[in-house]
């Protein structure tokens, strides 16, 4: 079969999103189909062109973008290598990228797999304009999205109830998956511990981008809280993190004065990750931005048998499971949080409850390879009717 993923951004750029599709076009590639990544130039310093890499092609187009890499526009018409399409994966219905190219591929007849994702987020901003300008532009391309698609996808209970209620269409729950070695691997805290020196027995993680939206100033905030109420406390935030903002977050440990209850560690290997799981008592999650679609990491770390802390923007709130899988605190509220990472770190009766609860959970997850099996599926049966 041959498979057309789209997203207005990909690999060097980092994202959550980014990240599944290349598992996904790997994991195909590594199943015999031919696979394709249709993307854009947005952040790219190199030129236009296509690359071979893991088994699929790479095809990058030039973009005219309105700041927001939500907003790029393709220049390019992409005629040629969506003829040779069998099947059309859209991921998120909020790109207008995305939208201009399947509506090409529309046109010429190949069949649209849409993801929904993060549906009317932005009527929840708390900033007035966005809420207003944003809530309108995506209630517009959500609508042409829904005159596109052939088989809508949605990973949570949340969009597929406001894609049947709202726009009348039926979709499939396809999680996103996770790597194999997170539900095999023997645990294991020295690779980590070992590295970084690290010998605290009451560790919480963050590992993700690092950026302002994700909260990271709030986690700082309530580690300094924290850190009179829980002895042999750590704080270990990694991911990838430009300069400036790791200068910033820094600045913020020295200020409230504890640079040693927090280690900014920038990028680490997979092996460090699952380690580093393996080494704390909580995983947190302090985003404030309100289309948090479907971390991958929450995942991981349930497959670690890791609670989480998370504030209640986006999707998290059906991730998590109050007081049975993790703890939900409101965004920007450093002293909710540092009560709730207390709270996990003192009570071992309920770290000890969540992480039973977690063993039914880990179950339920889907490695990438289980999930591609379900996209074959739906492949299938749209190209059926098609």
Avoid at 112 to 126: E, G, K, P, Q, W
Avoid at 227 to 244: M, T, W
Avoid at 319 to 325: A, F, G, M, N
Wanted: contains cysteine.
């Amino acid at each position: 079969m041959k498979i057309a993923h789209i997203f207005h951004s990909y690999y060097p750029v980092l994202g959550g999103m980014e990240r599944v599709v290349q598992r996904l076009a790997e994991e195909q590639a590594r199943m015999g189909h031919e696979v394709h990544v249709i993307t854009s130039t947005f952040r790219m310093q190199r030129g236009l062109g296509e690359e071979a890499v893991n088994g699929f092609r790479i095809h990058r187009v030039k973009v005219v973008c309105f700041h927001y890499p939500d907003l790029a526009y393709p220049v390019d018409r992409l005629k040629q290598v969506l003829r040779e399409m069998d099947v059309v994966h859209v991921h998120s219905q909020n790109s207008l990228f995305n939208i201009i190219v399947a509506k090409r591929a529309k046109r010429i007849g190949k069949p649209l797999v849409i993801d929904f994702l993060a549906l009317d987020y932005l009527n929840s901003h708390t900033n007035p304009l966005i809420r207003f300008l944003g809530g309108y532009y995506q209630v517009r391309i959500q609508r042409e999205a829904v005159k596109l698609v052939d088989e809508a996808i949605t990973l949570t209970k949340r969009d597929y109830r406001i894609l049947k209620e709202k726009y009348g269409v039926e979709s499939k729950i396809v999680s996103h998956g996770i790597d194999e070695e997170y539900l095999t691997k023997p645990k294991d805290d020295r690779v980590f511990r070992e590295k970084y020196g690290v010998s605290s027995g009451n560790v919480v993680a963050y590992v993700g981008r690092a950026h302002p939206s994700k909260g990271l100033d709030t986690l700082i905030e309530a580690a300094s809280f924290a850190v009179h109420e829980v002895d042999d406390f750590l704080v270990v935030i990694a991911g990838g993190i430009s300069k400036p903002y790791k200068e910033k977050l820094s600045r913020l440990t020295k200020k409230l004065g504890i640079e040693c209850e927090v280690k900014l560690l920038g990028y680490i290997s997979e092996d460090e990750k699952i380690s580093l799981l393996d080494s704390s008592k909580a995983f947190v999650f302090p985003s404030r931005h309100f289309g948090e679609t479907y971390p991958l990491v929450v995942d991981e770390a349930y497959a670690r048998g890791i609670p989480i802390v998370a504030t209640k923007v986006g999707v998290l709130p059906y991730r998590v499971e109050h007081l049975e899988t993790g703890i939900l605190v409101p965004p920007n509220d450093p002293s909710s949080l540092a009560k709730a990472m207390v709270t996990l770190l003192k009570d071992e009766g309920l770290l000890a409850s969540m992480r039973k609860g977690l063993q039914s959970v880990k179950g339920s997850l889907l490695t990438w390879r289980q999930v591609c099996a379900r996209l074959d599926n739906i492949y299938e049966d749209v190209l059926l009717v098609d």
